[in-house]
Every structure is written in structure tokens, then in C-alpha cells.
């Protein structure tokens, strides 16, 4: 079993494939990762060494992938930071190429453009082709709430908001859609959120949330460890509401420890235990149709 994961790569610290590799690679899946960015560290740090990729080799790796058999024994492909408009497009492209050549392929984007703290920390000609291109291709989205809104076009303030814009959204592509780090009305101080909205074979739409305590923390990297995490369950065979449980869970014990230790860079190699098999486990509630 293997996952294809396609994002950036850090020397130090815990972001992109640096924070997803791992992770997935302790639930017994392989994983051929291939960078966007080399990188020395993540932005934010007083200096940054390395750089974006250019795209003839992002897609040099990528045919050199398929040519070992990459895409015929995968279960799923995860895409995260491009880099830039020209990876967006080549990522595409691999992806569409990639589910012709093998139809039970899953294609998971993660479409990392910004938050609410920073707004969009990408070049702007890359959230539109995510929008437009990536989105449609994809039969799961992770968005945070932030990134969410862009693709809906339109703010979310309350559940109802979300199930309906979320249920608009499967219509242009992605059957299932993960929103993480919601805040909405009528959740608890001291509480986050995390939805699952999905759209069945039938047409029948689903969804779930997991409410989990909230850490005061906000390192680097964390939508990365859940896309991960999710993505790890769906393809171990966990359905949606159950990955949705298992990656919310183990990456609320993930800031627990890395809390605890005052790091900047999450705790993620001293938490295997805690992203196998996380306690507390707190699960995904069904979200009845209104």
C-alpha cells in the first residue's frame, strides 16, 4: 500500500512532507514523497536557506514515479504546498493522468493558501488554479475554515452554513470534505472544531464533527500532520467519520505533547504512540439534516 505525497520538504522542522511522511509511513504505508520546495526551514524563522522548485524537475520526478510503478500500486495521492502556478498546473496534470491509469486511485488536496492569522501566504496566482483545477480533480479536500471560504466564495458562521456551501462544493468535484480549525457559532470557549461533510454514491449528504480542546498553541505544519492522519485512515480502510476521528484525535495529543515541551517545531517522532493509537479518542458525531 502507498501513498504519493506531494508537497514541500523542510531540512528543519515539521511541515509538508517533513510532517506527513512519517506519520503515514507508522501506519504501515509507504510513501514516495516528492518536494515542491527544498527548503532549510519554514518561513517565520529569522533566516530561510534553499527555494521553490523548478517545475521540469517537479515533473521529471514525478514521471520518473510512474515509471517505478508508483501509481499502479498507490492508494491515494495527497498534494499540499506547490510552490508555485507551474507545479499547481504539473500536479494537475499528474493527478488526472494518474486516476485514467489507475481508476480506484484516491486524490486528496490539500489546499494549503493561507489562514486567518497571516491571510493568503501564497503567491496569488496559485489559489485560483487550486480553486479551479486541483478542487475538481480532487475526491477529498482538507481545507482549514479560512482556506474553505475562498473556495466557496463566501463566509461560514454557523453549521448550516457550512453543510450548505460544503454540499455546493461536491457538486464541482470532491465527494468528501474535511474542514479543519472551524470557528463557528455555537461552539464552545475553549473548544476547536473539525467537520466532515460527504456526498454518497446515492447523493445523500453526510456530515460529522469532532470537537477537541484547544491547545494554546498554533505551531507550523499542523494541517499537513492532519491531511496525513486522515489520509492514513481512509487508506487503511477507515470510513470517513472514523478517519475523521483518529486525525483529530492524534493530532490534539501531538500540541498536548509538543505544549508541554515549549517547542516551536511539533513534537511529531516522540508521538508515534500518540498518532497510532490516541487517547482520549474523541469521536466523530453524526450532524443531523436540518
Not at 509538508?16 to 509511513?25: C, D, K, M, R, T
Not at 472514523?242 to 515541551?261: C, D, F, K, P, Y
Request: hydrophobic share 45%; with cysteine; glycine share 8%.
Amino acid at each position: 500500500m502507498t501513498v504519493i505525497s506531494i508537497q514541500s520538504q523542510v531540512a528543519w522542522g515539521h511541515v509538508g512532507n517533513s510532517a506527513a511522511a512519517f506519520p503515514i509511513q507508522l501506519h504501515g504505508i509507504d510513501v514516495v514523497a516528492v518536494p515542491t520546495t527544498l527548503l532549510s526551514n519554514r518561513p517565520g524563522y529569522p533566516t530561510i536557506r534553499g527555494r521553490v522548485l523548478d517545475v521540469q524537475l517537479v515533473a521529471d520526478l514525478l514521471r520518473g514515479i510512474e515509471e517505478r510503478g508508483a501509481v499502479e500500486s498507490a492508494r491515494i495521492i495527497l498534494s499540499g504546498y506547490l510552490g508555485s502556478a507551474d507545479i499547481a498546473i504539473e500536479v494537475a496534470d499528474f493527478a488526472a493522468r494518474a486516476k485514467a491509469e489507475n481508476p480506484t486511485l484516491l486524490y486528496c488536496c490539500d489546499p494549503v493558501l493561507g489562514d486567518r492569522d497571516r491571510g493568503m501566504f501564497v503567491r496569488a496566482d496559485i489559489p485560483p488554479l487550486v480553486r479551479d483545477q486541483l478542487c475538481p480533480l480532487a475526491d477529498i479536500i482538507t481545507p482549514n475554515h479560512f482556506e474553505f471560504e475562498f473556495l466557496c466564495g463566501a463566509r461560514v458562521a454557523t453549521i448550516d452554513d457550512v453543510i450548505a456551501q460544503a454540499s455546493a462544493l461536491t457538486a464541482r468535484g470532491p465527494a468528501t470534505i474535511v474542514i479543519t480549525s472551524a470557528e463557528l457559532a455555537g461552539t464552545p470557549d475553549g473548544e476547536i472544531e473539525t467537520l466532515a461533510i460527504e456526498r454518497t454514491q446515492s447523493g445523500k449528504i453526510c456530515a460529522w464533527r469532532v470537537r477537541t480542546p484547544r491547545v494554546p498553541i498554533s505551531p507550523s505544519g499542523t494541517g499537513d500532520l492532519f491531511a496525513a492522519l486522515f489520509i492514513a485512515g481512509r487508506a487503511r480502510g477507515l470510513a470517513t467519520p472514523e478517519a475523521l476521528s483518529h486525525a483529530a484525535s492524534g493530532i490534539h495529543g501531538v500540541l498536548v505533547r509538543t505544549a508541554e515541551h515549549g517547542t516551536e517545531e511539533m513534537r511529531i517522532v516522540e508521538s508515534a504512540n500518540v498518532m497510532l493509537d490516541p487517547k482520549p479518542r474523541f469521536a466523530a458525531v453524526a450532524i443531523p439534516a436540518s
